[in-house]
């Protein structure tokens, strides 16, 4: 099955920008819906971003509309989530998830995914 791995995180100071990376590996099928979550510990995931399997048609989170953008690869199988003017509140465990289906009800409902990395740290310094 389908293993997706986060890289690229780490520590930046508010207003500065990082970009995370996925990559998936061991698809035996094709990945429709891709995504980003977050988490910080005692809060539930919240949704971030996702892009459609024709890498068409980005969706984000009121939070980040306008300063993250979303992107895929599927020559590469990466997607990738560029992260601009980052703020504090941004500090979270940054999750990628994919789709098995190409159909979708919600689009950033978690319940849309089957497969999960293990997370990337994002802290962002004041």
């Known amino acids: 099955q389908v293993q997706l791995v986060e890289s690229g995180g780490g520590t930046v100071q508010a207003g500065g920008s990082l970009r995370l990376t996925c990559a998936a590996s061991?698809?035996?099928?094709?990945?429709?819906?891709m995504g980003w979550f977050r988490q910080t510990p005692g809060k539930e995931r919240e949704f971030v971003a996702d892009?459609?399997?024709?890498?068409?048609?980005?969706y984000y989170a009121d939070s980040v509309k306008g300063r993250f953008t979303i992107s895929r690869d599927n020559a590469k199988d990466t997607v990738y989530l560029e992260m601009n003017s980052l703020k504090p509140d941004d500090t979270a465990v940054y999750y990628c998830?994919?789709?098995?289906?190409?159909?979708?009800?919600?689009?950033?409902?978690?319940?849309?995914?089957?497969?999960w990395g293990q997370g990337t740290q994002v802290t962002v310094s004041s």
């Open positions: 061991g698809r035996t099928g094709p990945i429709y819906l």
């Open positions: 892009i459609l399997g024709n890498g068409r048609s980005a």
């Open positions: 998830a994919g789709g098995s289906s190409p159909y979708y009800y919600t689009r950033g409902d978690s319940r849309e995914y089957t497969y």
